[in-house]
């Protein structure tokens, strides 16, 4: 009988992965460019703001360089800057996710605007700041392509997932998880929230599909993937397998994996019926490391595969020192090499 992904899981590099000074980094997708090289794309942005709800209004997605999977990876460029609040992502890009689909890089994202003045230095800012507030309700998923790893990159002017009135949907579209097929069309797994009066819904995910990776791209369900129940995930990665679909995903209560913030791990046929796989646990916010030392990571989010040979080699996650919430002072994405499957 195999092992499950969390089973499969080796200790991880103490010195691998992608952080930078100065910076609270996050949200860590990578690919194996044309040059040989693994390029992670990831958010930043400056710490003179809070982690959380700093990204809202001043994160923008960075490439960085690595030699091997995992790392450490080098800083090279910002990839989508802001562009100015009459674009629909034109104050920030967040959640990048990267996909090499025949000749083309496909790099999904969510973006925001708003109309205020960016935050000053040592001026207050929180959840209850209007630039926050409205930074949140204009969460879009949006698309970005190029024929080059390092671009340059055609930014779509528009979303590729708007939001629906009346629907579970009606707030925002983020965190895209999108499964590129070989024919080039998607299945795009996303967190949605709706309109409960002036305030927001719990998180939930929805499904939406595109005949081709250009769109358009329409949601394929009135009712969340999910139904609202004890089941309360976000972050989702979802990959093709000979059977249908697999997914990992943040679970929020711990309700499934058994473990508050860890990972699990379900099934699909079609993309819309999902279940939680028997052995559902995916991963854990408790790290193995390969100085020897295990450490309960504050954090460990936004949860992505690499595949070589269509296997997943490593799995790729957004931690942060500290306690837990947003409560550390340090964020990096880490790395942790997954034994294969045969092997394990």
Known sequence: MSKSLYERLLPAPRNGGFAMEGYWVWCGSVVQGEDGRFHMFASRWPKELPMHPGWLVRSEVVRAVSDTPEGPYRFQEVVLPARGAEYWDGRSTHNPHIVKHDGH??????????????????????????????????????????????????????PILDVRPGKYDSYLTS??????????????IYKARAYEGHEYSDMSLGAARADHYRGPYYAVSDEPIFPPSDIHLEDPFVWRTESGYEMIAKD??????????????????????WQVSDNPK????????????????????????????????HLFAATADGTGGFSGRNTWNM?????????A
């Open 282 to 313: 995916s991963y854990s916010r408790i790290v193995a490391w390969n100085d020897g030392t295990t450490q309960h990571m504050g954090n460990f989010e936004r949860p992505f595969l690499l595949f070589r040979e269509g296997q997943p080699t």
């Open 175 to 188: 965190n895209p998880a999108p499964c590129v097929h070989e024919d080039g069309s998607v299945l795009l």
């Open 105 to 158: 890089y496909l790099l999904y994202y969510m973006g925001t605007t708003h109309p205020f003045p960016d935050v000053a230095p040592g001026e207050p800012y929180g959840l209850s700041d209007p630039r926050c507030i409205v930074a949140r309700s204009n969460k879009r998923i949006g698309l970005a392509i190029s024929r080059h790893v390092e671009g340059p990159w055609e930014r779509l002017d528009s």
């Open 335 to 343: 790395v942790i090499p997954i034994r294969n499957n045969k092997e």
């Open 252 to 273: 929020m209560n711990g309700n499934v994996a058994g473990e508050k913030h860890g990972g699990i791990h379900a099934r699909s046929v079609d993309g819309l019926k």
